[in-house]
């Protein structure tokens, strides 16, 4: 009995972990920053990380395969792109424009897929690390290098999902918790949710249970790619503006949300909850390090550091649940 309820602690602690991180780290900013605890400042925050938030969602599925997604920063900037490059001639309808984003992210996510599944790659960080390249480079050959200004250009429905606020609550992340609940559900009550974690969890059980792993995977990237397209709606809306350099930190702002809420590069686990909190997590040091001062190198600086402690707290973690599991069958 005393093992079980030290069992159920330590598994509500672990699950807690990164919220309860995040709420010390606002402490602390409220402590060294005024402007930090302000209802101004926390909605800024929440628009900051709607772009993440998309962008890591995507992320989480591709990692629960075991798998990763290099490319979705310059997805997402690609996506953008097409649609400055769409308003710039002459097409100002807001729900093509919308479409042509979706589209293009989908597009490149699948081909991502099919890039691993059907050219046998040996390992996603090779299709998709060339596939950043790509997306990168159309996205600065369609705009010619330059970045394209949406202001006043009858696109007003694009820019509100990125800028609007209701009572100060950005609209943005209205529609990030709705595109969270829905993941949510996929990945928990769809027999294709389960198949997407025991890809990753048991691969050789997935093999034996006659799940086609290609196809969940063709799936998988698809879907990350779509979300980048709803990121790149966002990004849009909230610069106001096209630019095929903006997109240089979302990769790896994505796979820190993840790790740190609770994903593993080994594949299987992973949640939506502890991925918005992990989001979170990384727009409000980005906010701190402004309210504070900080240079945009100390920055990159301080979210490298992180990335590497939520990896290694990944790989203790899971060398601990390892050497659990080998007690437990002894």
Do not use: W
Request: proline letters at 2%; a positive charge; glycine letters at 10%.
């Amino acid at each position: 009995m005393i093992k079980m309820k030290q069992f159920t602690i330590k598994g509500l602690l672990s699950k807690l972990g990164p919220l309860i991180g995040l709420l010390v780290l606002c402490v602390i900013l409220s402590l060294t920053t005024e402007q930090f605890l302000s209802y101004s400042n926390f909605m800024n925050i929440l628009k900051q990380a709607s772009i993440n938030c998309f962008i890591s969602a995507g992320m989480l599925i591709v990692l629960i395969t075991a798998g990763i997604d290099l490319s979705v920063g310059s997805n997402c900037v690609l996506a953008a792109c097409v649609m400055g490059v769409m308003m710039k001639n002459g097409i100002k309808n807001s729900i093509l424009m919308m479409a042509a984003a979706l589209v293009t992210g989908l597009i490149c996510g699948y081909i991502n897929g099919v890039l691993l599944t059907k050219l046998r790659l040996p390992h996603p960080f090779v299709s998709t690390l060339g596939m950043k390249n790509v997306t990168l480079g159309l996205a600065l050959i369609i705009t010619a290098s330059t970045p394209i200004g949406f202001q006043n250009q009858g696109v007003d429905m694009v820019l509100a999902l990125g800028a609007k606020t209701i009572n100060g609550f950005p609209v943005s992340f209205i529609f990030v918790i709705i595109a969270f609940i829905i993941m949510h559900i996929f990945l928990s009550r769809s027999a294709l949710g389960r198949e997407i974690y025991c890809i990753g969890g048991n691969p050789e059980a997935a093999r034996l249970s006659g799940i086609n792993s290609g196809r969940v995977l063709r799936i998988v990237y698809a879907l990350s790619g779509l979300l980048t397209g709803f990121a790149a709606i966002i990004l849009v809306g909230r610069v106001s503006s096209a630019n095929a350099t903006a997109g240089t930190t979302y990769d790896t702002d994505a796979i820190a949300a993840c790790i740190i809420g609770g994903a593993s590069f080994m594949g299987g686990k992973g949640t939506m909850s502890g991925t918005m909190v992990g989001a979170l997590l990384i727009a409000v040091i980005r906010n701190g390090l402004n309210l504070l001062g900080a240079q945009s190198d100390l920055q990159y600086v301080v979210i490298g550091l992180v990335i590497i402690i939520a990896v290694f707290i990944d790989v203790t973690r899971e060398a601990m649940e390892k050497r659990a599991q080998r007690l437990a069958t002894k």
